[in-house]
């Protein structure tokens, strides 16, 4: 699909869901470690465990300096707690070898490229993480893809089939006009979320049904698709 297209998905897509508008997380940093958190478990589980990790330390240098079970015990509802310790702290260890200090403000005036390519030398800082902290943190039109998006952009035939995660947000972020890639991240996940769901979507209730290419086939009774 090219732009005009992806204008008229996001043109539907707020008119169901509404219009949003960018604005900043946390600082980078905080925001890296959030996105760290949350890798592989849901918001619901990764904010508290956010949140006691802030409370537990009174800056990221001590927790720089902390033993990782002290940093895994406030963080361990969020899932994966020793794991996700050990990750943050090798990568504040290794933004204070090269940096000097715990700030990533820098990374805001870098281009898009360069900035993601800084952060993805970070242990455990993979394309979709990186590609969060630019975003949420410093507003840069870098694009997450995650399961939601991958899927819904799957069904439109925006990428294709046989596209791996790292292809997609490759694929995407050209696509996707600079000045949108925000609220097409934010509606995307929200369309996944509530209507093109993993199993048995809600295509009678979908606002893309008539754009959308998969529709006919999602949306007939489950014996008919087993005879396609």
Known sequence: MDRP???AILDLLKLRYGSREFHPSFEPLAELIQTILSQNTSDHNS??????LRETF???DSLLAAEVEDIAEPIKGGGLGLIKSQRIQQALKEIKSRRGKLDLQFLNDMPVEEARDW???????GYKTANCVLLFALGKPALPVDTHIFRVSRRLDLIDQKDTLDKAHRLLEVMVPREDIYE?????????RRTCIAQRPRCAQCVLKDICPSFSKLAAPPADRRDK
């Not at 952060?119 to 800082?125: D, K, N």
């Open 58 to 60: 009174s800056s990221w």
């Open 5 to 7: 297209q992806i204008k």
């Open 119 to 125: 952060l993805r030398q970070l242990p455990g800082v």
């Open 184 to 192: 097409f991240h934010v509606l995307m996940i929200e369309h996944g």
């Open 47 to 52: 904010r508290p465990a956010f949140k006691a």
